[in-house]
């Protein structure tokens, strides 16, 4: 099944406002000597949900080669992203595959989001080779079903091509990405991943990787290996 959906989350607060803004029109501020004045203030919360994470991933080594994260652009990057869902090693667990506008919508609904889910391509050596979601967890469905953290952010992956997998690509890059969210979110304690629990491969990537299997939950549409990377761990698994 594909990860649960972007465009909705458990949180109340981030009901409040769906453009990411927060209006109080009302506000009043009492001074020392006795006035009041009204005035209007508006908070913008977009670019904090992932502390602007995606602008700042340069080039990091790893063991396989130079990597990097690149988000998504839909006019550049739509006809990739959706021959890779329709590969049928990939679409019997992300369950994107057929025509190109469904992968698009899927994509579109991050983009135009509230900054809560970053969709990006995973750049090996200079080339294109995988497509990653970074979210904030404890902002997603997945906060329904499981225990969460404040500030867990969670990871999706496919790896695009049939040769790059099953030889060490895939535990290689999630410790690398792992590190890079940990890095740069101090507030974020924990990364996690729920892949199908039939994934053999998945899940013996993020084992590789420095992750710990937590547990089974039942999400909508499969069982999941909930499985965490602890900050407290990072250098010793």
Same mark, same amino acid.
């Given at each position: 099944?594909?990860?649960?959906?972007?465009?909705?989350?458990?949180?109340?607060?981030?009901?409040?406002?769906?453009?990411?803004?927060?209006?109080?029109?009302?506000?009043?501020?009492?001074?020392?000597?006795?006035?009041?004045?009204?005035? #209007?203030?508006?908070?913008?919360?977009?670019?904090? +949900?992932?502390?602007? +994470?995606? #602008?700042?991933?340069?080039?990091?080594?790893?063991?396989?080669?130079?990597?990097?994260?690149?988000?998504?652009?839909?006019?550049?990057?739509?006809?990739?992203?959706?021959?890779?869902?329709?590969?049928?090693?990939?679409?019997?667990?992300?369950?994107?595959?057929?025509?190109?506008?469904?992968?698009?919508?899927?994509?579109?609904?991050?983009?135009?989001?509230?900054?809560?889910?970053?969709?990006?391509?995973?750049?090996?050596?200079?080339?294109?080779?995988?497509?990653?979601?970074?979210?904030?967890?404890?902002?997603?469905?997945? /906060? @329904?079903?499981?225990?969460?953290?404040?500030?867990?952010?969670?990871?999706? +992956? +496919?790896?695009?091509?049939?040769?790059?997998?099953?030889?060490?690509?895939?535990?290689? @890059?999630?410790?690398?990405? !792992?590190?890079?969210?940990?890095?740069?979110?101090?507030?974020? #304690?924990?990364?996690? /991943?729920?892949?199908?629990?039939?994934?053999?491969?998945?899940? #013996?990537?993020?084992?590789?990787?420095?992750?710990?299997?937590?547990?089974?939950?039942?999400?909508?549409?499969?069982? !999941?290996?909930?499985?965490?990377?602890?900050?407290?761990?990072?250098?010793?698994?």
């Amino acid at each position: 099944m594909p990860p649960t959906d972007v465009r909705t989350a458990p949180t109340e607060f981030l009901d409040l406002f769906t453009d990411g803004t927060v209006d109080f029109t009302d506000m009043t501020v009492e001074f020392t000597d006795g006035t009041i004045e009204s005035t #209007a203030r508006t908070l913008d919360f977009t670019d904090d +949900l992932l502390d602007g +994470l995606h #602008a700042s991933w340069e080039p990091v080594r790893t063991p396989v080669g130079t990597f990097q994260l690149v988000p998504v652009r839909l006019d550049r990057d739509l006809p990739l992203v959706h021959a890779w869902m329709n590969d049928p090693a990939v679409a019997e667990f992300w369950e994107l595959a057929g025509p190109r506008h469904r992968t698009a919508e899927h994509l579109r609904a991050q983009l135009d989001g509230d900054g809560r889910s970053v969709p990006c391509l995973g750049v090996l050596d200079g080339t294109p080779m995988s497509y990653w979601e970074i979210y904030r967890a404890d902002l997603d469905p997945l /906060a @329904l079903h499981c225990p969460v953290l404040p500030h867990d952010t969670g990871i999706h +992956l +496919l790896l695009g091509a049939a040769g790059d997998r099953g030889r060490g690509l895939g535990s290689a @890059l999630l410790r690398a990405v !792992a590190d890079l969210v940990l890095d740069r979110r101090p507030a974020c #304690a924990r990364v996690v /991943a729920e892949p199908d629990h039939r994934n053999t491969p998945s899940l #013996a990537a993020f084992l590789g990787a420095g992750f710990r299997y937590a547990a089974e939950v039942d999400l909508p549409g499969k069982r !999941a290996a909930l499985m965490i990377r602890d900050r407290v761990l990072r250098d010793v698994l």
